[in-house]
């Protein structure tokens, strides 16, 4: 079946530091893939996505490659803001004949200021 | 404006008590879907309908219902028979009905569900 595997946190970083989120998949098929994004309290906002091998999704500074050779998926912002502490999921989707997305377990990021 | 509305966003429960989550959208979006959220656990699926008056189990059906009588709405209610319903409940919808969908999930800001 499918899967997610992201990586373990909490991570903690100091403002306008490096960040790398990794994720691998296990997919049939072609999946899209997501990062999604959960503030305190609240819902999970889509943040990027990709939907073919070798896109590039980006936005608000966040990029994620699709690379199909390695399965992975991973998240880096190249200087951290203290507004980016949330949690982060991976997600797969249109994976086979699954009919929702598949989410990762999440990954804890706080930025210091 | 468009979006999901969920309520209540906090709920508590005495234990052998139904409730029922809510959960409405305007965004004339065909598929809805039912998470649970628990710490270090991600989401997991419970139920999903890809249009009016049919559903389907997730991963954690067990212990829930769902209904879709109207496109707008998908309440869950959360029965006695579930073991454990402490948790953050996330309801979400989508456009694509197409087989495989690969479209963003919209979210509501999740309901709160505590077992006293």
């Known amino acids: 079946g499918n899967s997610v595997t992201q990586m373990e946190g909490p991570v903690t970083l100091s403002e306008e530091a490096f960040l790398t989120i990794n994720c691998t998949y296990t997919?049939?098929?072609?999946?899209?893939l997501f990062w999604y994004v959960q503030y305190p309290g609240e819902g999970l906002q889509l943040l990027l996505k990709a939907t073919k091998a070798d896109d590039k999704g980006s936005n608000k500074g966040f990029e994620a490659t699709y690379r199909k050779e390695t399965t992975s998926f991973h998240l880096e912002k190249g200087s951290v803001q203290v507004s980016d502490s949330a949690v982060y999921f991976c997600?797969?989707?249109?994976?086979?004949?699954?009919?929702?997305?598949?989410f990762g377990s999440g990954t804890q990021l706080t930025v210091l200021p | 404006d468009g979006g999901i509305t969920q309520s209540p966003k906090y709920l508590f429960r005495k234990e052998g008590q139904n409730v029922t989550l809510s959960c409405e959208q305007n965004?004339?979006?065909?598929?809805m879907y039912w998470y649970r959220q628990d710490p270090g656990q991600g989401l997991r699926l419970i139920y999903y309908s890809q249009i009016v008056n049919d559903f389907q189990k997730g991963d954690i059906a067990e212990g829930y219902s769902v209904s879709r009588e109207k496109k707008e709405s998908f309440p869950l209610t959360v029965t006695s028979a579930q073991k454990n319903p402490t948790a953050f409940y996330l309801c979400?919808?989508?456009?694509?009905?197409?087989?495989?969908?690969?479209?963003?999930?919209?979210f509501g800001e999740g309901s709160r569900l505590t077992v006293l």
């Open positions: 997919a049939t098929g072609y999946p899209s």
């Open positions: 997600a797969l989707g249109g994976a086979g004949s699954a009919r929702q997305l598949t």
């Open positions: 979400a919808s989508s456009t694509p009905r197409g087989d495989p969908p690969s479209g963003e999930l919209f």
């Open positions: 965004l004339n979006h065909d598929a």
